[in-house]
């Protein structure tokens, strides 16, 4: 064991919230203990490892590939002991209609493949990494907890199943990341006019959240959930969540 220090495993950790996250959970006051796991390794990722060797793993792989998966609750083990809680941050967005020809002759295997990648990601990687931490998270002497983020999969499925793990999915609304930059350079062609519109006007008006918001929020809730929260989906800045979060969010 670690002591009091939490034993976290977090995916999608390089960037955006998941990145915002780590720097949280690696510093005073959480200080926990974090595996890693991205397909990525950015410089300040890189940094952070550098500056946090002894209580961060990082882990370069696809959450959508079952043993990746397998390897970072495996190394959360074999390094720190035990395993407390689960950050699922990963996510994929692709912009194409159903019946969308441009990226391939054969636009029925191009658009299947691509909508089988996404599911991949951001479900079938749920399942697959709960497969290898429940088992662990169960044995938490700090009780367990278990963030959706973005997801409902978390209501009615893994809160009825596991009744001794907190788990909560949650929205943190409409982040300004990698992703909405991505979405603002090549959902036009392919979004309805008006959610684009939408879209851009948060961009344009400052009105995207900073990942700092909802990455307290959910580092948090990792580590301190109150159990009477299991099995809802809530927004990151709803009433409910007011106590995860600072005066000034």
């Not at 900073?210 to 159990?227: F, Q, W």
Request: with cysteine.
């Amino acid at each position: 064991m670690s002591g009091l220090k939490s034993d976290i495993g977090l995916t999608g950790g390089s960037r955006g919230i998941g990145l915002a996250c780590l720097k949280l959970l690696l510093k005073p006051p959480i200080r926990a203990n974090v595996v890693s796991l991205s397909r990525s390794f950015p410089p300040e990722l890189q940094e952070l490892k550098k500056n946090h060797d002894q209580n961060l793993v990082v882990i370069q792989g696809n959450v959508g590939i079952d043993s990746d998966n397998k390897t970072a609750v495996d190394k959360a083990i074999e390094r720190f002991g035990s395993l407390d809680g689960l950050i699922l941050n990963s996510g994929s967005i692709k912009f194409e209609r159903i019946d969308d020809s441009r990226s391939s002759s054969d636009s029925s295997i191009a658009t299947l493949e691509s909508w089988k990648e996404l599911f991949d990601v951001n479900f079938f990687s749920l399942v697959s990494i709960l497969k290898h931490a429940l088992g662990h998270l169960r044995h938490s002497v700090l009780g367990a907890r278990v963030v959706f983020v973005s997801s409902g999969a978390s209501v009615g499925g893994i809160a009825a199943e596991e009744p001794s793990i907190t788990s909560i999915a949650l929205r943190p609304g409409v982040v300004d990341t990698e992703m909405q930059a991505q979405l603002r350079a090549e959902a036009k062609e392919v979004m309805n006019s008006a959610n684009y519109k939408h879209f851009h006007g948060l961009h344009e008006s400052s009105k995207l959240v900073h990942p700092d918001g909802p990455a307290e929020v959910m580092c948090n809730l990792a580590i301190r959930a109150e159990a009477q929260l299991s099995g809802q989906f809530l927004s990151w800045d709803s009433q409910d969540l007011a106590a995860y979060r600072s005066p000034s969010s």
